[in-house]
């Protein structure tokens, strides 16, 4: 019951992408990860700090108008690794995605250490960050092995 209570917060949508279970206070980190915080036309409301069973209190995001994809879902792992994510179509669920966190964060975001390898332009490499630890989240550069600074590594983006 309470669940649903708290999607009535956040008024229905017609079509679009629900990111449920943020954690609190990080919403305005993921619309910085999905690229969803200037240059968009679309409709985007958020809740930040509703009541939740499972997390204490969480944030949700509603994106109107836009299906997320699954590339773009896993940049969430850097800062929601356990958000849930509707697909919805016609007002109802379509689809439940979740987030991939595997043993590597892969050409999602470029590692922050500006001596790195990576930052050489003449030999492009992928871009890989192992994930060491997952609560909380610990990457380090494939290449240079130096831990990375999850605030930092948001502006990283590829
Ligand atoms: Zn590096």
Do not use: W
Request: glycine share 2%; net charge neutral.
């Amino acid at each position: 019951m309470a669940e649903e209570h708290n999607m009535r917060r956040v008024t229905a949508i017609k079509n679009g992408t629900v990111i449920d279970h943020i954690p609190s206070g990080q919403a305005l980190k993921v619309l910085e990860l999905l690229n969803l915080t200037s240059d968009t036309s679309v409709p985007v409301s958020l809740v930040m700090n509703v009541p939740s069973k499972k997390m204490g209190s969480k944030d949700i995001i509603k994106v109107e108008d836009r299906e997320l994809t699954q590339a773009e879902l896993d940049r969430l792992a850097l800062v929601a690794p356990e958000s849930s994510i509707a697909i919805i179509r016609a007002y109802s669920v379509a689809e439940k995605l979740t987030v991939n966190l595997g043993e590597e964060v892969r050409n999602v975001v470029r590692c922050t250490f500006s001596n790195c390898i990576t930052q050489n332009l003449r030999e492009p490499l992928p871009h890989r960050l192992r994930v060491t630890k997952t609560d909380p989240l610990t990457l380090r550069c494939h290449y240079c092995v130096r831990p990375q600074n999850l605030d930092e590594l948001i502006h990283n983006l590829l």
